[in-house]
């Protein structure tokens, strides 16, 4: 890294990695790198994703919907190693063309439906199973404003300060300064409404907590880019009750480790194929017996 300011050129060509944790996976142009079919389980759900915030709120939703006793949310979820270039086979982007993960396939209609987009996997499945999206058209509205705003807020949270205070090659006071404020100004949004709401939309648990709870209550439990302290975190009482509340949930459990391939032998769960796989199949026990 240079410490001299960059001088932007008149056009900018891709002559070299950037740097930073994801340097050998980022490039300027979209498409398959390599054909490779997607894998397809015997479930109507099949679920290509790996346990980062944005994957884990689709866990976490089948979960609950599985706890809840919709049986249809039965799913196969397959592990996409997004650091070896796992979204870029030609069967992931034909399932989302973005080659991000989470990507849902609804084999369950005909022709099987792609979903792509954590948000808009929740909402589907929301709608597909009148679950976790209130009817009550004020309810819906606000349950809907709150998971649209961590589509627009989490950027800020992950592509800005995440990046810059834990994966960037060097650290900068300039772009850590500018992340840190607004973060902390989201931190403080979630503390304010919690304060007056136990759930996000209100008195019911919704998608919006789904949605909100990886990124925000994976910063406040520490749980995320080792930023607690940093961000003062303790300090966001209410979001904290939130956090813990949520993080106490046994669907939450579960859904959190699906596709987990890092951390703890014990949270991880590569693939998830039958409710008998979180007690039999983490990583701990098949490492274990092999
Ligand atoms: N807005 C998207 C973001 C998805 C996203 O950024 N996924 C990341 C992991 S959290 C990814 O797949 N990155 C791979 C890449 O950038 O090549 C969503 O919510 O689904």
Do not use: C
């Not at 579960?254 to 951390?263: D, E, F, M």
């Amino acid at each position: 890294m240079s410490d001299t300011p960059y001088i932007p050129p008149r056009v900018w060509t891709w002559d070299k990695a950037n740097g930073g944790a994801f340097a050998n996976i980022n490039r300027p142009i979209a498409g398959a790198t390599h054909d490779k079919p997607l894998p397809v389980g015997k479930h109507p759900l099949q679920l290509y994703s790996l346990a980062t915030p944005n994957g884990q709120k689709v866990g976490i939703m089948l979960e609950e919907l599985l706890a809840a006793g919709h049986m249809g949310a039965e799913y196969d979820a397959w592990l996409v190693r997004i650091n070896e270039g796992d979204q870029f086979s030609s069967g992931f982007v034909s399932a989302n063309p973005n080659s991000k993960i989470p990507a849902l396939m609804d084999h369950s209609v005909s022709p099987p439906q792609r979903v792509f987009e954590s948000g808009a996997i929740l909402l589907y499945l929301a709608e597909k199973f009148g679950a976790f999206l209130p009817t009550d058209p004020a309810k819906r509205a606000a349950t809907i404003s709150w998971l649209f705003w961590q589509m627009g807020s989490a950027p800020l949270l992950g592509g800005g300060f995440g990046h810059f205070f834990a994966y960037a090659p060097d650290k900068y006071e300039y772009p850590i300064d500018r992340y840190t404020m607004e973060v902390k100004r989201q931190l403080d949004v979630l503390d304010r409404h919690l304060a007056e709401n136990d759930y996000m939309a209100g008195d019911e648990y919704s998608i919006a907590d789904m949605a909100i709870w990886p990124w925000y209550g994976g910063v406040v439990l520490n749980r995320a880019y080792g930023a607690a302290e940093f961000l003062d975190a303790a300090s966001y009482k209410n979001l904290m009750r939130w956090a813990e509340q949520i993080d106490a949930r046994p669907a939450v459990t579960r859904g959190r480790i699906v596709n987990k391939a890092s951390g703890p032998l014990e949270e991880q769960l590569h693939e998830r194929h039958d409710a008998s796989d979180f007690e039999l199949r983490t990583q701990d026990k098949l490492e274990g017996a092999a």
